[in-house]
Every structure is written in structure tokens, then in C-alpha cells.
């Protein structure tokens, strides 16, 4: 299929080891196809390109018979294992899978113990009971299934941003331009709208709209589709001409909007910069092999490198998430002492060394203050607990913001969109607890996350927070997310200003510490 990347296919090998689990097949065997899954999708070259010229094997990790899957893969989408291992379940069972916080093990659990095969059986067996009865669930985990049921029928549908455009490219349309909310910079949506030149015709079905105008009705169909709806008409309601979009605005006495800020600007009033990806000089928010990265420090800085940063920040889990890999303090101060080291050779990138700290249950660092004084930067994160309280959770978050040693909060909500929703913290209060200590809240730029959610950006510039864009970057493709956050980012009115890591490596630490 043409168009797939590393990340799509990743998925498939995803998929099976999910699959396996969920059938309860070789532990070991499904672990490795995890593991391939994210080697492959760490690669910073592409999968597609080294398959087709009979280079794939030579990385390491990879056989002959990942190679053949991978072609499947790449001519059809998926392979015959995946397929395989579907046919073996129920297809409810898949959807099952969606359901917030049941992963492989459990769902194997549930199928097995209570016959399960569909969200509404799995509902039913939560609401009378029988759920709660099973080994490893209990009152509390029933309650837990019912809200994730809940969670996915409100948010079967809705489209991430990301996915918007790969399903638009996979139209394999020779000219176009997704268009609604994602060209808006909306995280997630219910249609994927694209616009294409083509013989004047409309495709419409759910969750996909697709327009096809002569090319001189480009720019105008472009505009009318990437809407508002309201901001389209008040334009429209003046007399002018077509052209580019430019010109519509133009010709109607109007300043150009760009397409994130549509939903609030008419065009009578000019409006300020926003932020580009070219703005950004810093890439902040990485993981390297030393945790759950899938390449060293000299790979991330060539990354880096390449997509023309200045300077990379390290930010490895600590110890407390040992399912990542978490750093125990001496490995963390070996990797500080790694990080001097190449320093030292002159790479024309330079490597900050950060930590992406747990806040712990009760508010706590999960290193002691001497360890995160040594270095140059922490980001504070929470990874566990989610079901906390709301005055619980942001009493948690709040103590985190104002520790003296935490520069930037880590994905503010811990939302992940279309998955769950975020634990239920104040995110006003943590945004005025950071005013006060000078702290930023990071815009985190995975698509699945996109957290400071745009709606809180005019509120943080009020308070007068920096909001650095982070990829999270686990590999790196994981990189060019910052091409999400960026989009993000101008749907909620960020300046270059307001993003500390469009500074140079100096200024950007200097605004932390500040």
C-alpha cells in the first residue's frame, strides 16, 4: 500500500504482539514482535525504502521472516500472522481491546473466564457483578471497565490529527489538501475533510468528506472546507474575489487568517505571529536507549541534527518507572557523565541532561533534591496512579509545580486521546501554581497527547508560562511530532514568544531557571 511509514508499520507487529497476548500464545514470542515493533518504528531510515532494496535484514534484529511480513505489510497492509491471530477471536473481542486500561492479559482473562465477546457481554458482566467476582478485577476494576466502555463509545469515531492526514494520504489523490478541523490544528475530530482537483464532485461518508473541484476552484473550495462554518460566511458575506486564500481575504478588505485561527479571528483585526516548527531550536523531551528509547545519545543528536536543532534535551524515566527502563541514581549519573563526554567531542549539537522525573502518589520527586540539582533540567511527570481523587491528583501536581528543582510539568492531564481521558486535575490551579513559581507546563507534541490542550493556551500567555513544545521523542520518527504540536500550538494562539525552546540553548535554560 503505498504511502506507509514506519509508524504504520509498526503498528502491525504492535498488533500481534497484542493479539498473542490476548490468546494467551508464547509470552516470549509476543515480546519480541514488541520489540520489533518499536525497533522498527525507531528506525530513522525508511522501513519501505531498505525492504525494497533487500536491505532490511541487514539491521540488527531483523530476519527473513520479519522482512517477508514487512512486504506483506507494505503491498496489502497487514500480514497473514496478524491475520491469523484476529481469526482465532470473536471480532467484539478487538473492540474489547480498545477499552481503557484492560490490556492483553486481562482481556484473556475476561474471554476466558466469563465467556466474553463483545463491549456490550463485557458491560453486562461489569453492571450484574461477574466481572467482579474474576481474579484481578474486583468491585472497584468493574467500576473502572464501565467508565472505559463509556470513554470509547463517546470517542468511537473521532479521528487524532495525525491519522486525519494518513488517511487522506492513503486516497493516493494527485493533488489535495486535508482540510476541517485538522488543517484548524484541532487535536482530534469526527471528520476527515479533504480537498482535491479532480472532475467537481462530493464523497461523503462517516467520518470522511471528500470534495473534488476543477483547479481554478481550488483555493475557494479549500477555504469553505477547512471552515468554520461561521468564519467562512461572515467572509463570504462581503463582496470580493477568488483567487488564492490570500486574495479572499484581500479583496474583501480582510487581513489573512491563518487556518488555526479561524474559529476566533474575522479578519478585521490584524493578526500577531504565530509559531513555526522553524521557530523551534530546541528539541526538548527525548528517551534514548539508556530508558525506553530506541537510540543512544550520538543517534538522537544526529536526529537532531539532521532536522536542524541546536540543542537536544535527554529526558530518560526515573527509577520508579522500571516498566521503562527508569534510571536507579547511578545510572543516571553515568548518563550525566555520557552526556559531558560527548559534549566534549564537539558534536555541533548540544546535549542538555535532563530527567523526566515521576511525581510520585503523594506529590513527591521521585529523586531527592541533591540528585536533581545535578542537572540541567527536569521535567516532573505523572505516570501512575491515575484514579486518584480530583483535590487528591491536583494537590499531587500542585506540590510537583512548585518544587524548586522542576522547571517544566510533563503532559499536564495525562490524557491520551482516543485511549482516555486525562486524571481529573485542576488545570487552572496547576497553571496559576506555575505562574507563581515560574515553571512552564510543556505542550507535549505526540499526537496521541497534545497536552496543554489548545483550549488552556490563552490562559497560560495570560499568566505569562512558558509553553516549550516537547515531542516526547521515543525514536526518531518520534521527532517530526513536533509538526503536531506546532499545529496544535498556533490553534491556541502561541507566539514564538511564548515557547521557550524557540531560544537559543543559553536562553532557553536561562528562561527555565528563571
Known amino acids: ?41 525507531g528506525l530513522d531510515q ?70 466474553v465477546t463483545s463491549l456490550q457481554e463485557l458491560e453486562t458482566a461489569a453492571v450484574d457483578g461477574r466481572l467482579a467476582q474474576v481474579k484481578g478485577f474486583g468491585a472497584k476494576s468493574a467500576q473502572k471497565v464501565l467508565e472505559g466502555i463509556a470513554f470509547l463509545r463517546k470517542t468511537m469515531g473521532l479521528v487524532r490529527i495525525d491519522r486525519a492526514y494518513e488517511i487522506a494520504a492513503a486516497l493516493e489523490l494527485d493533488r489535495y489538501e486535508v482540510a476541517g478541523e485538522a488543517r484548524r490544528g484541532v487535536p482530534i475530530s469526527e471528520t476527515v475533510v479533504v480537498v482535491a482537483v479532480g472532475e467537481p464532485a462530493l464523497h461523503e461518508e ?30 463570504l458575506a ?16 480582510l487581513h489573512f487568517i491563518p487556518p488555526e485561527r479561524r474559529h476566533v479571528l474575522d479578519g478585521t483585526t490584524e493578526p500577531g505571529p504565530l509559531v513555526t516548527v522553524d521557530d523551534l531550536k530546541g528539541m526538548v523531551h527525548t528517551h534514548t536507549t539508556w530508558s525506553d528509547g530506541t537510540l543512544d545519545i550520538a543517534g538522537m543528536a544526529d536526529a537532531a541534527h539532521a532536522r536542524g536543532y541546536e540543542y537536544l534535551v535527554i529526558s530518560d524515566h526515573s527509577r520508579a518507572a522500571a516498566y521503562a527502563g527508569g534510571l536507579p ?16 567531542n564537539g558534536h555541533p549539537v548540544r546535549v542538555l541532561h535532563s530527567n523526566e522525573v515521576d511525581i510520585l502518589p503523594d506529590g513527591t520527586m521521585d529523586y531527592p533534591d541533591e540528585v536533581l540539582a545535578e542537572l540541567d533540567l527536569v521535567i516532573a511527570s505523572v505516570h501512575s496512579s491515575f484514579g486518584q481523587e480530583p483535590e487528591v491528583v491536583t494537590e499531587r501536581v500542585l506540590r510537583a509545580v512548585r518544587h524548586p528543582h522542576v522547571h517544566i510539568m510533563g503532559h499536564v492531564t495525562g490524557r491520551l486521546l482516543g485511549r482516555r481521558d486525562g486524571y481529573a486535575v485542576d488545570v487552572d490551579r496547576v497553571l496559576e501554581a506555575a505562574a507563581e513559581s515560574g515553571t512552564c507546563v510543556e505542550l507535549n507534541a505526540s499526537p496521541w497527547r497534545l497536552d496543554l490542550d489548545p483550549s488552556w493556551h490563552a490562559r497560560a500567555v495570560e499568566l505569562g508560562i512558558g509553553v516549550p513544545i516537547d515531542p516526547d521523542a521515543h525514536a526518531a520518527e518520534g521527532m517530526d511530532d513536533n509538526h503536531w504540536g506546532v499545529r496544535a500550538a498556533r490553534h ?23
Open 329 to 344: 541514581i547511578e545510572r543516571l549519573r553515568e548518563q550525566g557523565e555520557a552526556i559531558r563526554a560527548f559534549n566534549a
Open 492 to 514: 491556541g494562539g502561541l507566539r514564538p514568544e511564548d515557547v521557550p525552546n524557540t531560544l537559543d540553548g543559553d536562553g532557553f535554560l536561562e528562561r527555565l531557571r528563571t
Open 1 to 41: 500500500m503505498a504511502g506507509l511509514n514506519n509508524k504504520d508499520i509498526a503498528r502491525v507487529f504492535r498488533e500481534i504482539e497484542i493479539l498473542m497476548g490476548v490468546l494467551g500464545d508464547d509470552a516470549r514470542r509476543a515480546m519480541n514482535y514488541g520489540r520489533t515493533s518499536r525497533l522498527l518504528e
Open 206 to 235: 462517516p467520518g470522511l468528506r471528500v470534495r473534488t473541484v476543477a483547479e481554478s476552484d481550488f483555493a475557494r473550495a479549500l477555504f469553505e472546507e477547512t471552515g468554520p462554518a461561521e468564519h467562512v460566511a461572515s467572509v
Open 238 to 253: 462581503r463582496e470580493g474575489t477568488d483567487g488564492s486564500e490570500e486574495e479572499i481575504y484581500a479583496s474583501r478588505g
Open 46 to 115: 525508511s522501513v519501505a525504502d531498505l525492504a525494497a532494496a533487500g536491505k532490511l535484514t541487514d539491521v540488527k534484529g531483523i530476519g527473513p521472516a520479519i522482512q517477508q511480513a514487512v512486504g506483506e505489510i507494505l503491498d496489502t497492509g497487514t500480514c497473514t500472522l496478524r491475520d491469523e491471530l484476529a481469526a482465532r477471536l470473536e471480532p467484539g473481542v478487538l473492540d474489547i481491546l480498545r477499552v481503557p486500561g484492560l490490556g492483553p492479559k486481562k482481556v484473556n482473562v475476561v474471554v476466558n473466564e466469563l465467556g
